[in-house]
């Protein structure tokens, strides 16, 4: 999606940065407004749904991080799994 240049000087004066708009636009809920245009934001409830979900997510990683997971050649079939220590 292009950024017109009021949004680019917009976002530098209000310190919000491309990857916040991104987060935004993929996971907010849009509203219409006047002219056909879309407003997209991050409800409450949004908000704290992303939180669990990457809460979450960081446990799995540091979990993940002390296991071992034994594949086949032809990559069909787990053999076993096991933990590193």
């Given at each position: ?6 949004a ?8 919000i ?40 997510q960081?446990?799995?990683?540091v ?10 050649n ?12």
């Open positions: 999606m292009q950024v017109s240049q009021h680019t000087t917009r976002s530098q004066q209000r310190g940065s491309r990857d916040c708009i991104n987060l935004i636009i993929d996971v907010g809920v849009a509203e219409k407004r006047p002219g056909g245009a879309l407003e997209y934001k991050l409800r409450i409830k949004d908000k704290e749904r992303l939180i669990k979900y990457y809460k979450h960081m446990h799995l990683v979990k993940a991080s002390k296991n071992v997971v034994l594949v086949s032809n990559k069909e079939n787990i053999i076993t799994v096991y933990n590193t220590g």
